[in-house]
């Protein structure tokens, strides 16, 4: 029973399993147990432990056996005229090899009243543990009427214990043992005849929510089909089958059990027939709809597929065929098509009546934004929660599918994202909520940031996400509307090492509720943050390696081209060469620059930024400055949509580079006034949050102060820099102001204090673990 369920975690996409061996007891340790049992000296039981050792390989559960055994045998007894154990080793000695674990467990057994044994028969059925509730049930029903006193009589023979409100057999090898006393050819029947009788009694009206009782019951049902056996099943039993595998998948499902899901809809597939779709249309539908979901969940694009089509050839209306569409839209976004899905969810929308244009330009986005305006109150806090939930089911699925498609729009076409986000706003508004507002608000807020540079605004519009999280207690979504709010709106206002904390649980979140793409987009950008706070880079290129097999067991591809060019700068950085992380992805990329290819030619706007802002940070880090300088120019020809991460890190490290080329490059005032830029950016920015911002700022000024020649206001900005990136937690920021400051002190001649400031900068990089910088000249020379 217990491999059944290893087996199936290790088949489940969802679930990384990794297998410990528990060795046994050494001969010493046996030595000191049995000594200590029998309360003998070491040198009297020696031999007798050394033989026990020996038959039950050091197996602590088989070594309390075999002494049971041999006390049940006579070959081991107690002496009351020399009050202490005695026995002969000989006769110990003899014991088969062959006899030392299950034959002695059956022997144990076998001597039990066969009432007791038919009883640890039935109770085995179930597992090693069975609720009592269970027994009590089935004691009910004349076959299992001694079932009770039974196991009471096993319990005091050691077979079987009670743990709260359950029995459970002392050791789950006991429990196979006694299974396995079932002959195959009655299986079947054993298991039926137990899951029909509880059926009957505990199952119900297919309207009603089923009983646990009832799970436990097709459990045993479904035992019996997967013996296959054929069976001639009264109409009314059948149909209940039915409907219990259904709900029993759907509650799989909730619980992110894809693998459990997909079995029973097998099983209520078995039961259901050829003719399910004329016979029980519903519960043909649901269990479509349930397969469809579990194999996205699993990571099966082919079984998400299957589902997908057969309900598109039987399903009758529209609405029986949107959750299997949205699947399906997930399914290609996941695997690499995002434009087909988008296009696909564009033409489900138009069938709605909402339209949006693929081209939009600034006029779209404002014309938006300001006719949303006109239906917000004062206190948009008190609309939202006093606003009436949506009920109009045309309205609910275009907010479902706008929900869907718009973090997939913001990859290809960001500007999009904007005019969904208003649309969704005025719908709820104007018709009412849905837990899919809540994606409304985030949007919404995120126009405000990117497209119309309000971040207070747009800050406190995301946050209003989380409100209707809670009215709706919509915990599934929990993951989905954290990631955005953190991403998009409080890496400008909060410190971004509690973000990266944050969301590394998101990620874990998501994957307790079956949320896998944003369980992927979640991991993606916590590597990405966890990089740019100064994480030591050891504990980051690990995690970069679990993810990527994660993100490619779990078929989410388009988390894994993003996640790749971040992996490959950690590695650059550490200076390792031990692993390729463009193995991982299952496809023609084997470096960046296949990478940008394959973003240009797909219009992968967002990963293109992605990609060039990695290769910008490494560029810039390895002095390879006039690389740097191309890849910051072909960020900003992108579309003006801003990426909020990477539109931080872009400004600070594009300025960075402009100082540095307006120091020794005949174009220096183009430089300047592209490093003054930035400067400008950031006293914006530090404005909403001093402690992510605040030392980037002052190393920027520092640079521009060192290109105009004002050496005393330089000179401290370089240490408002090191002491603010020093307090606020940004090792690799501090390394990098030290380092500068040490070309500073360079540049005058300061020699003492140049090696001062790189043997500190050298302490910081070690401390980010960042020995591919450490290999540059200017280090090895210290």
């Given amino acids: 029973m217990l491999n059944h369920y290893i087996e199936s975690f290790q088949s489940s996409a969802s679930a990384r399993v990794t297998t410990f061996n528990l060795e046994g007891l050494t001969e010493s340790h046996t030595i000191d147990l049995i000594s200590d049992s029998l309360k003998l000296p070491i040198r009297w039981t020696r031999s007798l432990a050394s033989t026990v050792h020996k038959k039950s390989l050091g197996n602590p559960f088989f070594v309390k056996m075999f002494m049971s055994s041999l006390l049940d045998d006579h070959k081991l007894s107690y002496s009351l005229r ?30 039990l009243p066969v009432a007791v044994i038919e009883a640890l028969i039935v109770a085995s059925c179930f597992g ?23 196991l009471e009589h096993a319990m005091q023979k050691g077979i079987i214990e009670q743990r709260s409100e359950s029995y459970v057999f002392a050791h789950d090898t006991i429990q196979q043992t006694v299974y396995d006393l079932l002959p195959p050819e009655n299986m079947k029947d054993y298991h039926f005849k137990i899951g029909s009788q509880l059926l009957k009694e505990h199952g119900m009206n297919k309207d009603i929510k089923c009983s646990p009782m009832a799970f436990i019951a097709i459990d045993q049902i479904n035992k019996a089909r997967d013996i296959d056996a054929e069976d001639t099943i009264e109409p009314q039993l059948k149909e209940l089958i039915v409907s219990v595998n259904v709900k029993a998948a759907e509650r799989a499902i909730e619980r992110a059990d894809a693998s459990s899901a997909l079995s029973y809809v097998a099983h209520g597939k078995h039961f259901l027939g050829s003719d399910g779709w004329t016979e029980s249309y519903d519960d043909c539908l649901r269990l479509n709809d349930a397969a469809c979901l579990a194999s996205y969940l699993n990571g099966s694009p082919v079984g998400v597929s299957d589902s997908y089509n057969e309900i598109k050839c039987h399903a009758t209306g529209f609405e029986d065929k949107m959750k299997s ?43 938006a934004v300001e006719s949303t305006k006109a239906l917000i109150s004062d206190d948009p806090r008190s609309q939202i929660l006093n606003a009436p939930k949506l009920s109009d089911q045309k309205k609910l699925w275009s907010m479902k599918l706008m929900s869907l498609l718009a973090p997939l729009v913001y990859l290809v076409n960001p500007g999009m994202v904007s005019l969904i986000g208003a649309r969704m706003i005025q719908i709820s508004f104007q018709h009412g909520v849905t837990q899919e507002s809540a994606v409304a608000l985030v949007s919404y807020g995120l126009t405000y940031i990117s497209a119309l540079n309000d971040i207070e605004e747009g800050y406190r519009w995301a946050k209003l996400a989380l409100l209707i999280i809670d009215r709706f207690k919509a915990q599934s979504l929990y993951p989905k509307i954290y990631f955005l709010v953190n991403h998009f709106a409080s890496i400008w206002k909060e410190p971004i090492q509690a973000l990266v904390d944050g969301l590394r649980q998101t990620h874990r979140s998501a994957l307790v509720v079956g949320d896998i793409e944003y369980a992927s987009f979640a991991s993606k950008a916590y590597v990405e943050r966890s990089v740019f706070s100064g994480k030591r880079l050891s504990v980051i290129e690990t995690e970069c390696a679990a993810l990527s097999l994660e993100m490619v067991q779990l078929n989410q591809i388009q988390s894994v081209l993003g996640h790749m060019g971040t992996h490959a700068l950690v590695l650059e950085l550490l200076g390792s060469q031990t692993r390729d992380p463009f193995n991982e992805y299952p496809g023609r990329i084997n470096n960046c620059d296949d990478l940008i290819g394959y973003s240009l030619k797909n219009g992968r706007s967002i990963l293109l930024r992605i990609t060039y802002c990695n290769r910008l940070f490494a560029a810039y880090f390895f002095g390879r400055y006039d690389e740097a300088a191309e890849l910051a120019q072909r960020y900003r020809n992108l579309s003006p949509y801003h990426a909020p991460t990477h539109d931080i890190f872009h400004t600070f490290y594009e300025g960075l580079t402009a100082f540095k080329l307006a120091r020794t490059s005949e174009d220096s005032l183009r430089w300047m006034e592209l490093g003054t830029k930035s400067v400008e950016s950031y006293q914006d920015w530090v404005n909403h949050s001093s402690w992510n911002f605040k030392n980037k700022l002052s190393l920027l000024e520092a640079e521009l102060y060192f290109c105009k020649g004002e050496i005393i206001k330089a000179k401290k ?25 040490g070309s500073f002190h360079e540049f005058f001649k300061n020699n003492d204090e140049y090696r001062k400031c790189m043997a500190s900068a050298r302490t910081c990089y070690e401390k980010w673990e960042a020995y591919g910088l450490l290999a540059r000249d200017c280090f090895r020379c210290l």
């Fill in 82 to 111: 020399d009050r202490c154990w005695k026995w002969d080793i000989d006769d110990v000695k003899g014991v088969g090899i062959e006899e030392t674990v299950a034959t002695m467990m059956s022997k144990r057994i076998s001597r």
């Fill in 717 to 741: 900005k370089y240490e408002e820099a090191i002491e603010y990136s020093r307090r606020h937690n940004f090792v690799h920021e501090e390394g990098l102001s030290l380092e500068l400051f």
């Fill in 325 to 367: 569409r949205c699947i399906f839209i997930q399914t290609c976004a996941s695997t690499g098509d995002v434009q087909g899905a988008i296009e696909f969810g564009l033409d489900l929308l138009d069938g709605l009546d909402e339209f949006f244009p693929f081209e939009v330009t600034q006029e779209d986005i404002h014309t």
């Fill in 128 to 150: 090693v543990r069975v609720d009592k509730g269970v027994i009590c049930s089935l004691s009910g029903f004349e076959q299992f009427c001694e079932i009770i006193p039974c």
